[in-house]
Antibody, heavy 119, light 110 residues
Framework: EVQLVQSGAEVKKPGESLKISCKGSGYIFSNYWIGWVRQMPGKGLEWMGIIYPGDSDTRYSPSFQGQVTISADKSISTAYLQWSSLKASDTAMYYC????????????WGQGTLVTVSS | QSVLTQPPSVSAAPGQKVTISCSGNTSNIENNYVSWYQQLPGTAPKLLIYDNSKRPSGIPDRFSGSKSGTSATLGITGLQTGDEADYYCETWDSSLSAGVFGGGTKLTVL
């Protein structure tokens, strides 16, 4: 059974760094892209970026380029989304999703990680 | 402001049919596949339709998708109260070199 399990909720202060994770199981992790999606409170879905764990090829939406870093460790079937300096506007639910190519649909989704940034 | 335009809300009675539109342009919908997701309250999005009109295993045939030119449509027949959710379209935008979502449509089953 394909599963994506994300790390737990985080509460951080502005300016702090953060790295959240998405662990895949039930399939060959290196052979599929993992994408990240943001959902701000009460708002819609936003496509952030995507990584191919097999060779770490990474693509970012222009809206998120330079704002976050996406990485992966194929040896432990885990993808990451990280911030070097959080802002209050980063408060949101973040989802990871598996995609068989970077332009394709997300067929399996993680349960989401809620990030709250507040002083 | 989303790249893809969806109506904010639609409603219909149980048993009826509803359609949700998703409008884009030649950089996105016209030249790329469209997918649709259902997001029930408090849950992660779930894939409903991929490659414009295909249904993943387990998705009932009450859900259908189509595409024509720069627009796509999700259809739901035999509405049930359990269909109340937010629905999103998604596609690739070749100009942005990134995926894009519609703003989402809230379905109310009256």
């Amino acid at each position: 059974e394909v599963q994506l399990v994300q790390s737990g909720a985080e509460v951080k202060k502005p300016g702090e760094s953060l790295k959240i994770s998405c662990k895949g199981s039930g399939y060959i992790f290196s052979n599929y892209w993992i994408g990240w999606v943001r959902q701000m409170p009460g708002k819609g879905l936003e496509w952030m970026g995507i990584i191919y764990p097999g060779d770490s090829d990474t693509r970012y939406s222009p809206s998120f380029q330079g704002q976050v870093t996406i990485s992966a460790d194929k040896s432990i079937s885990t993808a990451y989304l990280q911030w070097s300096s959080l802002k209050a506007s980063d408060t949101a639910m973040y989802y990871c999703a598996r995609r068989y190519r970077y332009t394709a649909y997300g067929d399996y989704w993680g349960q989401g990680t809620l990030v709250t940034v507040s002083s | 402001q989303s790249v893809l335009t969806q109506p904010p809300s639609v409603s219909a009675a149980p048993g009826q049919k509803v359609t949700i539109s998703c409008s884009g342009n030649t950089s996105n919908i016209e030249n790329n596949y469209v997918s649709w997701y259902q997001q029930l309250p408090g849950t992660a999005p779930k894939l409903l339709i991929y490659d414009n009109s295909k249904r993943p295993s387990g998705i009932p045939d009450r859900f259908s998708g189509s595409k024509s030119g720069t627009s796509a449509t999700l259809g739901i027949t035999g509405l049930q109260t359990g269909d109340e959710a937010d629905y999103y379209c998604e596609t690739w935008d070749s100009s942005l070199s990134a995926g894009v979502f519609g703003g989402g449509t809230k379905l109310t089953v009256l």
